[in-house]
């Protein structure tokens, strides 16, 4: 309207005349005209285009799980898994297919828990600083319940020692500290784990005579976690949490000396290949011997 010409002047009525006639703010006409005249978006993501598409990258996702010796891996590990293999993407972009394509593990909500007596962190900074030892119940087909031990290193999360018996006596439970010391250390010898600190709990095995004095003639300071709070003994209830989900409650094992093979190998697979967030990604293993070629470690 505003281009149309007078019939007497033969010249545009122009933009103020018309829009003060139809009572509109100039700017409301502008505002209508650039939204008539705007390109509307093709609805593509902006940006450098992707290697892969949402579908090739889905079917490398679904390969990493097929191929992992894991089960139940969150979006982290699986992201870290595919910049294993040079296929790089973001963790939101890997957490967005997985939950389309129902990929997810189920998680569990956190529950809200009270303060503890206790502050600070049970993580060291350096490999042989603190392990941890504890048991965990199993069962097998023939010789029914049975107890698990373990010890792990506080720093790396390395399991160093893992035992299975029928009767969980005082010595039993010494068995994966023996394991420890002579992978570490090579040998048995007087304080020959000097300055090592031992977390256990207030188990009736840990806190025997027997126990107690082994492990001062290795050198290990004993270190009970505080009473009823299992999170001061944090790093070896972790590795029961990944031992039980990946190998104690998917298979089934007839007898103690199946499932013994059967832990070590466990031992092995989850050293070399479980990763660990706090690590960077990194495996337990790797993570010591990069700790030990930084010279951090002795």
Not at 12 to 40: D, L
Not at 147 to 172: M, N, P
Not at 252 to 280: C, P, S, V
Request: proline share 5%; net charge positive; with cysteine.
């Amino acid at each position: 309207m505003s281009q149309a010409h007078s019939p007497s002047t033969d010249k545009p009525y122009g933009v103020t005349r018309v829009a003060s006639v139809w009572q509109i703010a100039r700017s409301s006409f502008y505002f209508s005209k650039a939204r008539q005249n705007r390109v509307e978006p093709s609805g593509k993501r902006r940006g450098p285009k992707t290697k892969y598409s949402d579908a090739e990258l889905t079917d490398h996702i679904r390969q990493v799980i097929r191929e992992s010796p894991f089960h139940g891996e969150g979006h982290r590990k699986i992201w870290a898994r595919l910049r294993g293999r040079e296929i790089r993407s973001s963790k939101p972009r890997v957490l967005r297919l997985m939950r389309e394509a129902q990929l997810l593990g189920p998680a569990r909500q956190p529950a809200m828990v009270a303060s503890h007596p206790h502050a600070g962190t049970i993580i060291t900074e350096q490999p042989n600083q603190v392990w941890g030892t504890d048991a965990t119940a199993s069962v097998t087909v023939n010789d029914g319940q049975v107890t698990v031990f373990a010890a792990i290193d506080h720093c790396t999360a390395e399991c160093l020692g893992i035992h299975v018996v029928k009767r969980a006596t005082r010595f039993e439970a010494l068995e994966p500290i023996r394991q420890a010391v002579k992978e570490v250390f090579g040998g048995f010898r007087a304080n020959v784990a000097q300055s090592l600190k031992l977390r256990h709990d207030h188990g009736s095995q840990y806190m025997s005579d027997d126990f107690q004095k082994e492990i001062r003639f290795l050198g290990l300071e004993s270190s009970p976690a505080f009473v009823r709070q299992p999170e001061g003994n944090g790093c070896i209830e972790r590795f029961f949490r990944t031992l039980k989900e990946q190998l104690l409650w998917v298979q089934h094992f007839d007898t103690i000396e199946e499932l013994r093979q059967e832990l070590l190998a466990f031992k092995e697979t989850y050293n070399q290949n479980w990763l660990i967030e706090r690590l960077g990604f990194k495996s337990p293993r790797q993570a010591r011997e990069d700790l030990l070629a930084l010279g951090v470690a002795a």
